[in-house]
């Protein structure tokens, strides 16, 4: 098996399920050389519905360079408003032309401002908020600058191989089609693409270090960052004077600036302040460090069942598998119908399997979580052992709370590709990431992704 590159391997992305050569090549050298459109699965009333009954104006949004958390406390700014009332249902990058819906609370449609780099359409009310999860999934358009297209027929066959079949096909030299699959990980968004820590200080919270966890987030320097953030960060661990600390950080670091000035205000000396601190963050972001806790975890266990040569393409005894949803597009599984696969069941099992009815799982895992049995839950406990956490570590205050889940460990798409300029359309279920797709072809580092 081919390694990932080291910063990949650093959250578990330990390895590659093609072996072919890479493009090379790099992403988002423009924004609209990243295009994403969610499939919406949301449903609205009129846009003139009693706002009694129906008190979220929902709009879709194309932003152009603007990450959607940024974007949220932007228009709350705006409208003079709680960040808290601005919802979405998929967290998107910056650096891309991304379309999304939106819901906010108490606001009319005349009210909607004007946010720069972005269209605002009104699509209607609804009685309740967008919540993460409200979609199907995303459609994407990515363009590959600088790379060299010899290679994608080959790991385009490895990946459809990978995936269970799908073939290769195409309407000549300069476009190929075919069903491609790869380990279902966890991108490198999850943790932090030039400083990955997220997981770090959800692992810290997981074990009540919360001044470690603070730590993790407003020190701990990374060399890819610029040098006043580092020489910020590195005097911040040396000193733990919080005060003098926030003159030194740059102003665009907003949540770290934030988290020091509610340990400037508090004293920063007990447990009981370092978790208050990180409570400064929005609800959703709190979730977000134990969610990439979470992350790597289920990262480690993909790349041990990659390591053992166990198939991702059909299930083996001792596996977990959930069933699709219904027939939407893309097919999702649904987590809360789940079967576990004995020995006299694997090949009736598997029949679903191929038939994109049933999805091979792994844990996210929290306080309800049932490891496996067989080989696949042996990885699942060992894994957990050698991070050091278990179930009951996910039972925490607040935000940070989690029952765990379980998450396909196979992502398959139907993929077309051009070559000139090398050109990447596809859709992938919700909560998957694009990045893990194309690390495949292009072979590169997280940096250039």
Same mark, same amino acid.
């Given at each position: ?25 790099? =992403?988002? @050298? ?12 949301? /449903? ?12 979220? =104006? ?13 974007? +949220? ?26 379309? !999304? ?12 401002? #004007?946010?720069?780099?972005? #269209? ?36 385009? @066959? ?8 799908? $073939? &290769?096909?195409?309407?000549? /030299? ?25 997981? @770090? ?26 040098? @006043? ?7 911040? %661990?040396? &000193? ?45 972001? !709190? ?18 069942? =990659? ?14 598998? *959930? ?32 038939? $994109? ?17 067989? %080989?696949? $839950? ?5 894994? *957990?052992?050698?991070?050091?956490? &278990? ?7 607040? +935000? ?7 998450? +396909? ?35 590169? $580092?997280?940096?250039?992704?």
């Amino acid at each position: 098996m081919r390694e990932a590159h080291p910063l990949e391997r650093a959250v578990g992305m330990e390895y590659y399920a093609s072996d072919a050569p890479g493009t090379g090549g790099s =992403l988002r @050298e423009a924004a609209a050389d990243f295009r994403v459109r969610e499939l919406e699965a949301f /449903d609205t009333e009129p846009a003139d519905a009693d706002t009694g009954d129906y008190p979220h =104006l929902v709009f879709r949004a194309t932003l152009t360079n603007w990450d959607t958390n940024g974007f +949220a406390r932007d228009l709350s700014n705006k409208l003079g408003i709680s960040r808290e009332r601005v919802s979405w249902a998929g967290t998107k990058d910056r650096n891309a032309v991304t379309t !999304q819906l939106f819901s906010v609370r108490g606001v009319a449609a005349d009210d909607l401002p #004007e946010v720069s780099n972005a #269209e605002l359409d009104v699509v209607g009310r609804a009685g309740r908020p967008i919540r993460f999860g409200d979609l199907r999934g995303n459609d994407f358009t990515i363009v590959v600058r600088d790379a060299d297209s010899d290679p994608v027929a080959a790991v385009t @066959e490895e990946l459809a191989a990978f995936g269970g079949g799908g $073939g &290769e096909g195409g309407d000549g /030299d300069d476009r190929t089609s075919a069903t491609v699959g790869v380990p279902n990980y966890f991108g490198q968004q999850r943790f932090g693409s030039y400083r990955a820590i997220t997981h @770090e200080v959800g692992l810290h919270v997981l074990r009540g270090e919360w001044e470690d966890a603070v730590m993790a987030y407003v020190g701990n320097p990374s060399e890819h960052e610029p040098p @006043e953030t580092r020489e910020a960060r590195a005097r911040v %661990e040396e &000193e733990r004077d919080w005060s003098a600390a926030i003159e030194t950080f740059p102003r665009h670091l907003r949540y770290e600036r934030a988290v020091l000035n509610t340990l400037a205000e508090n004293g920063g000396s007990s447990a009981e302040d370092f978790r208050e601190a990180l409570e400064t963050f929005p609800s959703n972001l !709190q979730r977000l460090f134990v969610h990439a806790a979470q992350s790597y975890v289920f990262n480690l266990i993909l790349s041990e069942r =990659l390591e053992r040569g166990l198939p991702f393409d059909r299930a083996v005894e001792g596996d977990v598998v *959930c069933f699709a949803d219904d027939d939407g597009h893309p097919v999702l599984p649904d987590t809360d119908r789940r079967q576990r696969v004995t020995g006299r069941r694997v090949d009736v099992v598997n029949r679903h399997v191929e038939r $994109g009815r049933a999805f091979v799982t792994a844990p996210l895992v929290g306080t309800d979580t049932e490891f496996g049995d067989g %080989e696949p $839950g042996e990885i699942e406990r060992a894994v *957990c052992e050698t991070v050091g956490v &278990e179930p009951g570590d996910f039972d925490l205050p607040g +935000a940070f709370d989690s029952t765990g889940t379980r998450r +396909a460990i196979l992502l398959t798409t139907d993929l077309d590709v051009e070559t000139d300029p090398l050109t990447f359309d596809f859709a992938l279920p919700k909560g998957s990431y694009a990045t893990v797709l194309l690390r495949e072809y292009l072979k590169a $580092g997280p940096l250039d992704l």
